[in-house]
């Protein structure tokens, strides 16, 4: 980090998908509000990502930091806590590279923070044929009405809606984190040392920090019916390291654990 404090970071995690990546950038740069600045953290792609960041980074509104690490399998956490250390934000929004943004995805964060509180969103799944249509053709023009998308009401945009669920829809289920779509104060993530890099493979890092955030007394707020997202078509990842990231969240859950140990305290003077 460096030592100007900017107001909002877009932290957009990758790996080897750079024509979704291309489509992703493409819908922050038709952001109706921008952030101050994107992170791309690269969790171990080719060449082929950095030449692609390299392109958007010529004309790009705001600054695009790529942050990389090598490819030891798969380390989300870890990349996720080197794009938080990168980070001059003190508010960051941390989303997948392989989603399409709503224009108004980072105005709806902004308005809907609160001090004390973390954000988990919802998505909208594109279909495969409509998703390698938008891919091949490098367009992003999908929205609520669009054929070809699941789980429609995600896709709907209400700012009454959104409000009135904030504080009362899914509280009490602690595996409803949509990682791909989450939001916090940076001196939050701070207080917690950020991601367990306990976890690797996929699966319960989202829902383990968020345990760790709660633990310090913060509220979980979800931001359903906005900061809108669409996800891009891709093959279920292996859920190999699945049974052993779930006895780390549970041992969170038991041992009521504010901070863990492998944290972001690695990358940066806390």
Excluded at 44 to 57: K, N
Excluded at 81 to 94: T, V
Aim: charged residues 25%; aromatic residues 8%; proline residues 4%.
């Amino acid at each position: 980090m460096n030592n100007t404090q900017l107001d909002v970071s877009l932290i957009v995690s990758t790996y080897n998908w750079p024509q979704a990546l291309r489509l992703c950038l493409m819908s922050v740069k038709a952001l109706k509000k921008l952030p101050d600045e994107v992170i791309i953290a690269d969790d171990g792609s080719t060449d082929d990502t950095r030449v692609l960041i390299e392109e958007f980074a010529k004309d790009f509104p705001v600054p695009l930091i790529h942050v990389w690490q090598p490819d030891e399998g798969f380390q989300l956490a870890r990349i996720r806590n080197k794009g938080i250390a990168a980070a001059s934000g003190r508010y960051i929004i941390q989303v997948d590279g392989d989603l399409i943004l709503h224009p108004y995805f980072v105005a709806d964060h902004i308005r809907f923070r609160q001090p004390d509180t973390f954000v988990t969103g919802s998505r909208v799944i594109i279909d495969k044929p409509t998703s390698e249509r938008l891919i091949g053709d490098r367009r992003i023009n999908i929205n609520l009405l669009s054929s070809g998308i699941k789980n429609r009401s995600n896709g709907l945009r209400s700012k009454l809606l959104s409000n009135y669920l904030a504080e009362r829809y899914r509280q009490n289920d602690p595996y409803f984190m949509r990682g791909c779509n989450m939001a916090f104060w940076r001196s939050d993530l701070v207080k917690v040392n950020g991601y367990n890099e306990a976890f690797t493979g996929w699966g319960r890092e989202d829902n383990e920090i968020a345990i760790r955030l709660i633990n310090t007394g913060l509220k979980k707020r979800v931001i359903k019916f906005a900061a809108v997202v669409f996800h891009l078509y891709h093959p279920q990842k292996s859920r190999s390291d699945l049974d052993r990231n779930d006895d780390i969240l549970q041992e969170t859950i038991a041992q009521n654990k504010k901070s863990c140990e492998l944290g972001l305290n690695q990358y940066t003077a806390l």
